[in-house]
């Protein structure tokens, strides 16, 4: 008996713990989102105080500020294929 009441117990526990990680999760995602979006607009905001001659060092041109921040690696690539040509 006491086997059974442990075991129903802890699946009992097992589920309020569950339903509060659930939204935690979730709040912790939104945090990073939050965090990470707030982080690619700096990096815009930086790179948009960079002169023309700068940003053509490393590659960019101002048209590309945002999606070089934001991440997208194919930017460039089928503007460099298309270069070699």
């Not at 117990?9 to 713990?17: H, L, V």
């Amino acid at each position: 008996m006491d086997g059974t009441m442990k075991t129903t117990m802890t699946s009992a526990g097992g589920s309020a713990r569950r339903a509060v990680t659930g939204p935690l999760r979730r709040l912790a995602a939104a945090v990073r989102a939050i965090r990470q979006y707030r982080r690619r607009v700096r990096t815009v905001m930086a790179l948009r105080a960079l002169p023309d001659h700068a940003l053509k060092d490393i590659g960019l041109d101002r048209s590309e500020l945002r999606s070089a921040a934001m991440g997208d690696s194919t930017r460039r690539r089928s503007a460099r294929v298309g270069e070699r040509a």
